[in-house]
């Protein structure tokens, strides 16, 4: 069955998280995705976790359903071999800092003169200009460039960042949308075009959504950190008899209904918490230990059925373990069993896009260096296994 984007041919140069995710929502959806390295010296694949044998797992859920070919871009030969793929492709992927000499080899510029309609889609830390445009950049950096970490943690705390790699993942969702945006700007116009995508830009968009710069603007206020707690809101993580519970009492109505839930209709309308939610937001010190004791006297499955019958947000907080075998996580199929040489079965992410006419899937494992060199070069260049074998030795790829 043809995918949304069969037919679409990505060429990724990209390394780490960003970029691969990206080029990895096109996957799902049917594009063929060319994983283009260098033949030794790939830094993520040097980079845990690790199995018992010392691979690294990274790759294994970051490259899923692409094709795995080595070449040296900085040689002569490879860079030729690169310029007869761009000429076959539709989309190029990368993370090269501008300037280095990676770049001056793929940029939009020199690409076009090869295949003017081709797309080419970088995703950097800090984008193609301004004054931190050539420095190195990782999700961490970006989280704590935006503001984010200011703001995260709890007040007797560091600032804290995030465990997941949202940035990253932010980053790579956007660039995934902007190279479908150049797709159907050139369906209709036969154009390509050059994508920017910046971790800080993502993460800067992410961090102010709920409006922390205009508040500051207005009134002055620099939140601080607040733990599990919310700004203009009441939410706040408390421990049950078992475990940990997530409540998020975020609106007037769903207020009422917590206090009808929890047997407290007589604090329903307390001025110190029912004016509307930023009083209680401000007031959290003096409710959160009602809420606490509530809480602390049941099991978590109670807490959650209860919640959940009175239609306030809450939820079990997970670990690994127990969010593996959540069945929500398991219907949605949120993660998916994928076979792996000498391994057996490992858990990747998996299409988190549900699709009804053209829906997405994971086809292929992750490859390993080089594994598609001869199916790739020689469907695409025409080259033979004597041509693989000297190019080998020349160690281009």
């Known amino acids: 069955m043809n995918k949304a984007l069969t037919g679409i041919r990505i060429l990724d140069l990209s390394r780490w998280l960003a970029g691969p995710l990206g080029a990895t929502l096109l996957s799902h959806m049917g594009a063929e995705v060319i994983r283009v390295e260098r033949p030794k010296d790939e830094t993520e694949r040097d980079f845990g976790p690790f199995t018992l044998e010392g691979e690294s797992m990274l790759t294994m859920s970051t490259l899923q359903n692409r094709l795995g070919v080595t070449l040296d871009i900085s040689k002569p030969k490879g860079k030729e071999m690169l310029y007869k793929m761009v000429a076959t492709a539709d989309v190029l992927v990368h993370n090269s800092v501008v300037g280095s000499p990676d770049h001056e080899i793929i940029k939009y510029d020199v690409l076009k003169q090869i295949k003017p309609d081709i797309i080419v ?23 704590a460039l935006s503001g984010s970490m200011s703001y995260t943690g709890f007040p007797e705390g560091p600032p804290t960042r995030s465990g997941a790699p949202w940035v990253d993942f932010s980053a790579g969702a956007h660039l995934g949308l902007g190279i479908m945006f150049a797709l159907y700007h050139r369906l209709k116009t036969g154009e390509g075009q050059e994508i920017d995508v910046a971790l800080l830009d993502v993460a800067v968009t992410a961090t102010c959504a709920l409006s922390v710069a205009p508040e500051y603007q207005k009134t002055g206020f620099i939140r601080p950190r607040q733990g599990n707690r919310s700004f203009h809101s009441f ?3 408390y421990e049950a008899k078992d475990g940990w519970v997530m409540l998020g009492v975020t609106s007037n109505p769903i207020w009422r209904r917590f206090c009808r839930a929890i047997g407290r209709e007589d604090i329903m ?14 007031n959290a010190a003096e409710l959160s230990p009602i809420v606490a004791a509530w809480v602390k006297e049941r099991y978590v499955d109670d807490v959650v059925e209860i919640f959940t019958k009175a239609r306030v947000p809450c939820s079990r907080v997970n670990n690994i373990p127990q969010m593996i075998e959540d069945p929500q996580v398991k219907e949605r199929q949120a993660l998916v069993p994928m076979e792996y040489p000498g391994l057996g079965e490992l858990l990747i992410p998996g299409v988190a896009i549900k699709m009804s006419k053209t829906p997405g899937s994971i086809d292929r494992r992750a490859p390993k260096v080089g594994e598609n060199n001869e199916e790739v070069y020689g469907r695409l260049l025409g080259l033979t296994p004597e041509d693989l074998a000297a190019l080998k030795t020349e160690e281009v790829i």
């Open 269 to 282: 309308d307390d001025p110190r918490f029912a004016k509307n939610d930023e009083i209680r937001y401000l």
């Open 235 to 237: 939410t706040d993580c």
């Open 121 to 143: 889609a970088a995703v950097s830390g800090f984008g193609a200009t301004g004054p931190y445009a050539q420095r190195p950049c990782f999700d961490t950096i970006a989280q």
